[in-house]
Protein backbone atom coordinates (compact mmCIF):
# COMPACT_ATOMS: atom_id res chain seq x y z
CA UNK A 1 0.00 0.00 0.00
CA UNK A 2 1.39 3.18 -0.98
CA UNK A 3 1.15 5.72 2.17
CA UNK A 4 1.29 9.30 1.93
CA UNK A 5 4.83 11.47 2.80
CA UNK A 6 4.01 13.79 6.06
CA UNK A 7 5.37 17.18 4.47
CA UNK A 8 7.80 19.30 6.00
CA UNK A 9 6.18 21.38 8.94
CA UNK A 10 4.70 18.21 10.51
CA UNK A 11 5.58 17.74 13.90
CA UNK A 12 6.61 13.76 13.48
CA UNK A 13 9.72 14.74 11.67
CA UNK A 14 10.80 16.37 14.67
CA UNK A 15 10.37 13.66 16.74
CA UNK A 16 13.47 11.45 17.87
CA UNK A 17 11.80 7.81 17.10
CA UNK A 18 11.88 4.93 19.40
CA UNK A 19 13.44 1.45 19.93
CA UNK A 20 11.12 -1.25 18.43
CA UNK A 21 11.09 -4.81 18.64
CA UNK A 22 10.51 -7.65 16.84
CA UNK A 23 7.05 -7.91 17.61
CA UNK A 24 5.94 -4.50 16.72
CA UNK A 25 2.69 -4.62 14.73
CA UNK A 26 2.84 -5.98 11.15
CA UNK A 27 6.47 -5.03 10.96
CA UNK A 28 6.89 -6.70 7.25
CA UNK A 29 3.84 -5.18 6.23
CA UNK A 30 5.12 -1.49 7.22
CA UNK A 31 8.01 -2.46 5.66
CA UNK A 32 6.79 -3.79 2.26
CA UNK A 33 4.91 -0.71 2.45
CA UNK A 34 8.03 1.71 3.27
CA UNK A 35 9.29 0.05 -0.05
CA UNK A 36 5.96 0.72 -2.27
CA UNK A 37 5.46 4.43 -1.18
CA UNK A 38 9.57 4.75 -1.39
CA UNK A 39 9.63 3.71 -5.35
CA UNK A 40 5.85 5.16 -5.89
CA UNK A 41 7.71 8.64 -4.80
CA UNK A 42 11.15 7.69 -6.57
CA UNK A 43 13.26 7.73 -3.91
CA UNK A 44 16.03 5.99 -2.70
CA UNK A 45 15.45 6.31 0.85
CA UNK A 46 12.41 6.40 3.24
CA UNK A 47 12.33 6.62 7.28
CA UNK A 48 9.47 5.96 9.61
CA UNK A 49 8.45 9.29 10.64
CA UNK A 50 7.87 10.07 6.97
CA UNK A 51 4.76 8.09 7.04
CA UNK A 52 4.03 9.74 10.51
CA UNK A 53 5.84 7.16 12.14
CA UNK A 54 8.18 8.30 15.45
CA UNK A 55 9.83 4.84 15.32
CA UNK A 56 13.83 4.02 14.61
CA UNK A 57 13.48 2.52 11.38
CA UNK A 58 14.24 3.79 7.74
CA UNK A 59 15.08 1.67 4.28
CA UNK A 60 17.18 2.19 1.75
CA UNK A 61 17.58 1.17 -1.97
CA UNK A 62 20.43 2.85 -4.01
CA UNK A 63 20.13 0.31 -6.66
CA UNK A 64 18.92 2.91 -9.01
CA UNK A 65 22.21 4.88 -8.55
CA UNK A 66 24.13 1.95 -10.41
CA UNK A 67 23.62 3.41 -13.70
CA UNK A 68 24.34 6.79 -12.82
CA UNK A 69 28.16 7.08 -14.42
CA UNK A 70 29.32 9.26 -11.71
CA UNK A 71 29.35 6.26 -9.54
CA UNK A 72 30.88 3.51 -12.29
CA UNK A 73 33.15 2.45 -10.22
CA UNK A 74 31.34 1.45 -7.33
CA UNK A 75 28.26 0.24 -9.58
CA UNK A 76 27.67 -3.65 -8.84
CA UNK A 77 27.81 -2.79 -5.09
CA UNK A 78 24.93 0.13 -5.33
CA UNK A 79 23.36 -2.54 -7.98
CA UNK A 80 22.53 -4.98 -4.51
CA UNK A 81 22.08 -2.26 -2.24
CA UNK A 82 18.82 -2.41 -0.35
CA UNK A 83 18.86 -2.55 3.36
CA UNK A 84 16.22 -2.34 6.22
CA UNK A 85 17.47 -0.63 9.35
CA UNK A 86 16.15 -0.76 13.01
CA UNK A 87 16.40 1.11 15.85
CA UNK A 88 20.60 2.18 14.27
CA UNK A 89 22.64 4.15 16.05
CA UNK A 90 25.63 5.63 14.12
CA UNK A 91 28.90 4.36 16.66
CA UNK A 92 31.26 6.89 14.14
CA UNK A 93 31.64 9.02 11.41
CA UNK A 94 34.95 9.91 10.40
CA UNK A 95 36.81 11.02 6.63
CA UNK A 96 36.70 13.62 4.73
CA UNK A 97 33.28 16.02 4.97
CA UNK A 98 32.19 16.37 1.09
CA UNK A 99 29.38 18.39 0.31
CA UNK A 100 26.81 16.48 -1.91
CA UNK A 101 23.37 18.03 -3.42
CA UNK A 102 20.53 16.57 -1.35
CA UNK A 103 16.90 16.33 -1.52
CA UNK A 104 14.23 14.79 0.36
CA UNK A 105 10.80 13.55 -0.15
CA UNK A 106 9.19 15.51 2.77
CA UNK A 107 10.43 18.82 1.15
CA UNK A 108 9.97 18.88 -2.69
CA UNK A 109 11.87 21.19 -5.08
CA UNK A 110 14.13 21.36 -2.58
CA UNK A 111 17.94 20.69 -3.06
CA UNK A 112 20.88 22.26 -1.85
CA UNK A 113 24.34 21.40 -0.83
CA UNK A 114 24.77 19.67 2.20
CA UNK A 115 28.49 18.49 3.97
CA UNK A 116 28.81 15.06 5.70
CA UNK A 117 31.95 12.80 6.91
CA UNK A 118 32.83 10.49 3.76
CA UNK A 119 32.59 7.72 6.07
CA UNK A 120 30.28 5.97 9.32
CA UNK A 121 30.09 2.93 11.57
CA UNK A 122 26.30 2.04 12.23
CA UNK A 123 24.82 -0.32 14.40
CA UNK A 124 21.51 -1.71 13.76
CA UNK A 125 18.86 -4.68 13.08
CA UNK A 126 17.72 -5.76 9.83
CA UNK A 127 13.95 -7.47 8.92
CA UNK A 128 14.64 -10.02 10.83
CA UNK A 129 15.91 -8.40 14.10
CA UNK A 130 19.65 -9.78 13.28
CA UNK A 131 22.17 -7.52 14.76
CA UNK A 132 24.65 -6.05 12.13
CA UNK A 133 27.54 -3.44 13.28
CA UNK A 134 28.91 -2.17 9.51
CA UNK A 135 31.06 0.34 7.82
CA UNK A 136 30.04 2.70 4.85
CA UNK A 137 31.73 4.52 2.84
CA UNK A 138 30.62 7.13 -0.51
CA UNK A 139 27.23 7.36 -1.52
CA UNK A 140 25.96 4.39 0.73
CA UNK A 141 27.19 6.42 3.73
CA UNK A 142 25.47 9.44 2.69
CA UNK A 143 22.13 8.60 2.09
CA UNK A 144 22.46 6.19 5.43
CA UNK A 145 23.14 9.43 7.31
CA UNK A 146 20.21 11.47 5.86
CA UNK A 147 17.64 8.68 6.16
CA UNK A 148 18.90 8.48 10.01
CA UNK A 149 18.66 12.12 10.49
CA UNK A 150 15.02 11.27 9.93
CA UNK A 151 14.51 9.36 13.13
CA UNK A 152 16.93 11.72 15.39
CA UNK A 153 14.24 14.64 14.13
CA UNK A 154 16.96 16.02 12.14
CA UNK A 155 15.82 17.35 8.02
CA UNK A 156 18.25 17.91 5.79
CA UNK A 157 17.58 21.61 5.84
CA UNK A 158 19.17 22.47 9.42
CA UNK A 159 22.31 21.56 7.95
CA UNK A 160 22.41 24.36 5.96
CA UNK A 161 23.84 27.71 6.41
CA UNK A 162 22.01 30.23 7.80
CA UNK A 163 22.09 32.34 4.57
CA UNK A 164 21.05 29.09 2.67
CA UNK A 165 18.00 28.71 5.57
CA UNK A 166 16.76 32.03 4.55
CA UNK A 167 16.81 31.84 0.70
CA UNK A 168 14.70 28.45 1.49
CA UNK A 169 12.25 29.61 4.27
CA UNK A 170 9.72 30.87 1.36
CA UNK A 171 9.61 27.66 -0.16
CA UNK A 172 9.41 25.47 3.03
CA UNK A 173 6.46 27.58 4.23
CA UNK A 174 4.71 26.95 0.61
CA UNK A 175 5.47 23.45 1.34
CA UNK A 176 3.71 23.14 4.95
CA UNK A 177 0.81 24.76 3.38
CA UNK A 178 0.45 22.63 0.55
CA UNK A 179 1.29 25.22 -2.05
CA UNK A 180 3.58 22.81 -4.30
CA UNK A 181 3.40 20.55 -7.16
CA UNK A 182 3.86 16.80 -6.91
CA UNK A 183 3.53 13.40 -8.41
CA UNK A 184 3.01 11.31 -5.10
CA UNK A 185 0.91 10.97 -2.14
CA UNK A 186 1.57 13.93 0.74
CA UNK A 187 0.25 14.87 3.66
CA UNK A 188 0.20 18.43 4.63
CA UNK A 189 0.20 20.04 8.49
CA UNK A 190 -3.31 21.18 9.07
Not at 41 to 47: M, P, Q, R, S, V
Amino acid sequence: MILPIRAFGDSVLRKVGKDIDKNYPDLQELIDNMFETMYSANGIGLAAPQIGLDIRLFIVDVSPLAEDEDYEDIKDELAEFKKVFINARILEESGEEWKFNEGCLSIPDVREDVKRKSTIIIEYYDENFVKHTETFSDIRARVIQHEYDHIEGILFTDHLSALKKKLVKGKLVKISQGDVSIGYKMRFPK
